[in-house]
């Protein structure tokens, strides 16, 4: 059993940055496939980014060139680095963690993201 916790989340204003953080416990997650995704109100929820154990990454159209993700093993982490932050990227982000080979997924509780001046 996988537990994963984000942290980072804030009000910012446009143009600024925030770094999400996605702490894992409870097994060891090098080898999951860790994605975000987000959720802003009324809209179903949408993939951000996703990163492979390889360090193989996936982006978004819409946050491609502004948002970067990232994950340290040793750390049993992974982070989104968000640049250049839009109004519309106002949403509850939430951390993803796949295990392809025995189709195993977990999320975390969600942190929002409110972009706004």
């Known amino acids: 059993q996988v537990q994963l916790v984000e942290f980072g989340g804030g009000l910012v204003q446009p143009g600024g940055s925030l770094r999400l953080s996605c702490a894992a416990s409870?097994?060891?997650?090098?080898?999951?496939?860790m994605g975000w995704y987000r959720q802003a109100p009324g809209k179903q929820r949408e993939l951000v980014a996703t990163?492979?154990?390889?360090?193989?990454?996936n982006y978004a159209d819409s946050v491609v060139g502004r948002f970067t993700i990232s994950r340290d093993n040793a750390k049993n982490t992974g982070y989104l680095q968000m640049n250049s932050l839009k109004p519309e990227d106002t949403a509850v982000y939430y951390c993803n963690a796949v295990h392809m080979g025995l189709k195993l997924f977990y999320w975390g509780q969600g942190t929002q993201v409110t972009v706004s001046s």
């Open positions: 409870g097994s060891t997650i090098s080898i999951y496939v």
């Open positions: 990163i492979t154990s390889g360090g193989i990454t």
